[in-house]
């Protein structure tokens, strides 16, 4: 009896292994460490670039390596931390002439799909508010790497870039010359799993 009692128990802890690696695992970005980042790049008149950030922001996202199509991603952006290092720059941007923060103080980006090219690499599809407008997106994204940290967490980190024409998102730029339609967007985070 306490032999088939004992095979029983075995039996039931091996059937539930499989189904506890097969949920994907829950990640925080981790924007305390600063091992994230929400840039962008945006040409300047066509003859050089400006280089921003966001500095405040927050997100997570699940991941399993094992069922990479139930992967998502959520993140939320404050508008009005953006810096690229200019401050006057940096509050004509944040003005009703451009981004309009005072009306539209967050942005985010939330995950509808993702599409596995191999290698650690794929294309992730997702919805992006900004400047209260919302289109669909898509960016290529690369598994940095995974694995234990020093302080007995278990990190994953990834990075990604795509390009945004500003007019989708109802910000005009038509009085500037068509190199500055379009913005490039690069976001790396390592997440802490929970």
Not at 132 to 148: A, H
Request: proline share 3%; net charge negative; hydrophobic share 35%.
């Amino acid at each position: 009896m306490l032999k088939k009692s004992l095979v029983a128990t075995a039996v039931a802890a091996a059937a539930l292994v499989p189904l506890s690696q097969a949920q994907a695992a829950d990640y925080v970005v981790d924007t305390e460490g600063q091992h994230a980042f929400v840039q962008f790049k945006i040409s300047h008149l066509g003859m050089s670039y400006i280089l921003g950030s966001f500095e405040e922001f927050s997100g997570e996202f699940t991941y399993d390596e094992n069922d990479l199509d139930a992967s998502t991603v959520e993140m939320e952006v404050q508008v009005d931390s953006l810096n690229s290092n200019h401050a006057e720059r940096d509050r004509h941007i944040l003005s009703e002439d451009f981004l309009n923060a005072s009306e539209y103080p967050t942005a985010t980006f939330t995950s509808t799909g993702f599409e596995s090219e191999g290698d650690n690499e794929g294309t992730l599809t997702g919805e992006l508010t900004l400047h209260g407008e919302t289109q669909e997106l898509e960016m290529p994204v690369t598994l940095i790497g995974e694995g234990d940290d020093p302080w007995g967490n278990y990190r994953a980190g990834f990075e990604g870039s795509t390009m945004i024409t500003l007019s989708d998102y109802g910000i005009d730029m038509s009085d500037f010359p068509e190199a500055m339609h379009e913005l490039e967007l690069y976001v790396v985070f390592e997440g802490i799993r929970q």
